[in-house]
């Protein structure tokens, strides 16, 4: 990744009050997630199915701030509650230590394998970046109210935008200069050379897209999550679901004309730096999905509307429920696919998923549809693992 993905690394609502909703979010990123991270050909995907190439934005670039975003929903119907319930607070964010601590190391050991180097291995990466941001927004959460939260959103992406734009830094040439945006150039991949040296992004090197810096609007999005979390437990005077829903769906249309604005103005939308406009915008379209999948499936009063939508979206809930789990096996599966050589009719060794690819590529297809049959069935796979983990009731948790 792209993305993604274990938001649902942080613990989910009771039983009783569990929002079927946003494991079904969960499910549909967890699906976009494995789905773009693995295509049969790198070099033939549709443009939406892979990241923008810097500035701009495609459906790829949707997945990972859904993911932070799911964890802080989850974050404050887990965490947030049980300290305004008078849990001891300390506790539970030593909870969340343990829990980040698992999945960074989850997170850095599948990119240690296979090669096991460590004077190489990248550090950074989707699950420790998801690990950091949990942990950073854990005393946030804990400790502070919903208005207060929102206070830390507005400083924190104040300092990101003012560090990024004004903060001359010497790129890689030795040329310092102030705001400039582009790869290797800006101030988080300045800060990523002096500290992680060469455990960066192999395809770059001298920046990585899951960078320390770039880590402060991550938590930002985070932290979007975690209000809209907030918005869901209030009561405020007997508000129903349809209409939180409702408002949910214009706070999206705000946040992604916000988003938009600056990116017009500004500061670019850029997945690579987490640009100030790609955290708002992206939290703009996660609002305007989830509370789609909230109306359909949780605030729905229609019973006959509300039971088929949860029946359709059935396969996104069992997704949902073990998306950590899919995501490490889909990264770990992907990884021995390409290092796993076998030998090819002509005596050459090639890659396990070369063999596998070729049949696919003797198809009446076009070269990006068979390289989207192979992502799509791939997908398939995952989701046939995850659906015997739900009937078998298994639930990996963190």
């Known amino acids: 990744m792209t993305g993604t993905a274990a938001a649902s690394a942080s ?35 549709y443009t939406q199915l892979g990241h923008a190439k810097w500035d701009g934005w495609t459906f790829t670039d949707w997945v990972f701030p859904f993911f932070l975003f799911i964890c802080g929903v989850s ?46 291995v990248r550090i950074p990466g989707v699950l420790q970046r998801i690990a950091i941001c949990t942990l950073l927004a854990a005393p946030i959460v804990v400790y502070l109210g919903w208005l207060q939260q ?3 959103i507005v400083v ?4 990101y935008t003012a560090l990024m734009l004004w903060l001359p830094v010497p790129d890689v040439a030795g040329n310092i200069a102030a705001g400039a945006l582009e790869p290797g150039r800006d101030v988080g991949a300045f800060v990523d050379r002096y ?22 609007p991550a938590l930002c999005s985070q932290l979007f999550g975690v ?51 790609f955290c708002i915008f992206m939290t703009g379209w996660a609002l305007l999905i989830f509370s789609a999948f909230y109306w359909l499936i949780d605030a729905n009063n229609v019973v006959l ?18 998306a950590l789990f899919i995501f490490a096996l889909s990264g770990l599966i992907a990884k021995l696919l390409g290092f796993i050589k076998v030998s090819a009719l002509n ?20 070269l990006e549809n068979q390289s989207l049959l192979f992502g799509l069935l791939f997908n398939t796979l995952m989701f046939l693992v995850a659906w015997w983990m739900w009937k078998k009731k298994w639930f990996v948790k963190v």
């Open 195 to 216: 500290v992680l040296g060469g455990h960066l992004w192999v395809t770059s090197k001298t920046w990585d897209p899951e960078g320390l810096l770039s880590t402060i």
């Open 75 to 120: 974050m404050t119907f887990a965490l947030g509650r049980r300290a305004e319930a008078g849990a001891d607070r300390l506790s539970l964010i030593w909870q969340l230590g343990k829990r980040a601590a698992i999945i960074f190391g989850i997170g850095f050991l599948l990119n240690f394998i296979p090669y096991f180097n460590f004077e190489t």
């Open 150 to 152: 929102a206070l830390w």
């Open 347 to 366: 005596g050459t060794l090639i890659p396990l998923k070369s063999l596998i690819y070729a049949p696919f590529k003797t198809l009446p297809l076009s």
């Open 11 to 45: 613990a989910s609502a009771s039983t009783s009050e569990r929002l079927i909703s946003l494991d079904a979010f969960r499910g549909f990123t967890i699906a976009s997630m494995v789905l773009v991270n693995n295509p049969g050909d790198w070099g033939h995907i």
């Open 305 to 322: 509307i509300r039971k088929k939508a949860t029946e359709i979206l059935l396969p996104f809930t069992i997704y949902g429920m073990n």
């Open 227 to 277: 209000l809209t979390g907030h918005w869901l437990l209030i009561n405020f005077g007997n508000m129903s679901k349809q209409t939180k829903a409702g408002w949910m769906l214009i706070a999206g249309l705000v946040c992604l004309i916000i988003g938009s604005a600056i990116d017009a103005t500004f500061m670019p939308i850029n997945k690579s730096l987490w640009s100030t406009s």
């Open 156 to 159: 924190l992406l104040a300092i």
